[in-house]
């Protein structure tokens, strides 16, 4: 599959997933609570054994809300952009979206990507709060302010597959 990228299978116990560009590594146990460790080659999830792709899901879901929020906050006021919200989906077709209203939406699964494929559709996402549409001028504006644009797309694109875990 592209790019090194495997399905989980139905027991999650030793599944490498991407998170924030990073391997992270599940690890199945008995305890009650999800517990992360940073590693130096790469990141542990313990991950209780009972329900644990829902739980999965719920805590990934929750991180994603905390980075996306952060990230959004932050370069709307590098562009002097206001939106209205900013929103966390289990969208499978698009990895951020931008409605007439000015509320943005991710998916959950952007949070398996580099924090720089994380800038760009933040940037993309707010570029549409000034302009509706796909212009010259809107891609100006995402050129401003992620240069190499057309590079983190490329790896959006490229691993499209992460838009089917979990």
Same mark, same amino acid.
């Given at each position: 599959?592209?790019?090194?990228?495997?399905?989980?299978?139905?027991?999650?116990?030793?599944?490498?997933?991407?998170?924030?560009?990073?391997?992270?590594?599940?690890?199945?146990?008995?305890?009650?609570?999800?517990?992360?460790?940073?590693?130096?080659?790469?990141?542990?999830?313990?991950?209780?054994?009972?329900?644990?792709?829902?739980?999965?899901? !719920?805590? /990934?879901?929750?991180?994603?809300?905390? =980075?996306?929020?952060? #990230?959004?906050? *932050?370069? @709307? %006021?590098?562009?002097?952009?206001?939106?209205?919200?900013?929103?966390?989906?289990?969208?499978?077709?698009?990895?951020?979206?931008?409605?007439?209203?000015?509320?943005?939406?991710?998916?959950? !699964?952007? /949070?398996?990507?580099?924090?720089?494929? =994380?800038?760009?559709? #933040?940037?993309? *996402?707010? @570029? %549409?709060?000034?302009?509706?549409?796909?212009?010259?001028?809107?891609?100006?504006?995402?050129?401003?302010?992620?240069?190499?644009?057309?590079?983190?797309?490329?790896?959006?694109?490229?691993? !499209?597959? /992460?838009?089917?875990?979990?």
């Amino acid at each position: 599959m592209g790019a090194g990228i495997e399905l989980p299978p139905e027991n999650l116990d030793g599944y490498t997933f991407l998170l924030l560009g990073k391997h992270c590594l599940i690890r199945l146990t008995e305890e009650k609570s999800i517990r992360f460790c940073k590693g130096h080659t790469i990141d542990e999830l313990f991950l209780p054994k009972q329900n644990a792709r829902a739980k999965l899901v !719920r805590w /990934l879901k929750e991180n994603a809300r905390r =980075i996306f929020a952060s #990230v959004t906050e *932050e370069k @709307a %006021h590098e562009m002097g952009v206001a939106y209205a919200s900013a929103s966390v989906s289990s969208a499978k077709s698009r990895w951020g979206s931008c409605s007439s209203e000015d509320k943005i939406r991710y998916t959950f !699964r952007l /949070l398996y990507a580099p924090r720089e494929a =994380i800038e760009y559709v #933040v940037v993309h *996402e707010l @570029a %549409h709060v000034k302009h509706k549409n796909h212009s010259a001028a809107f891609w100006e504006t995402v050129e401003r302010y992620v240069p190499d644009w057309k590079k983190r797309r490329k790896w959006l694109k490229t691993h !499209r597959l /992460l838009m089917e875990i979990f």
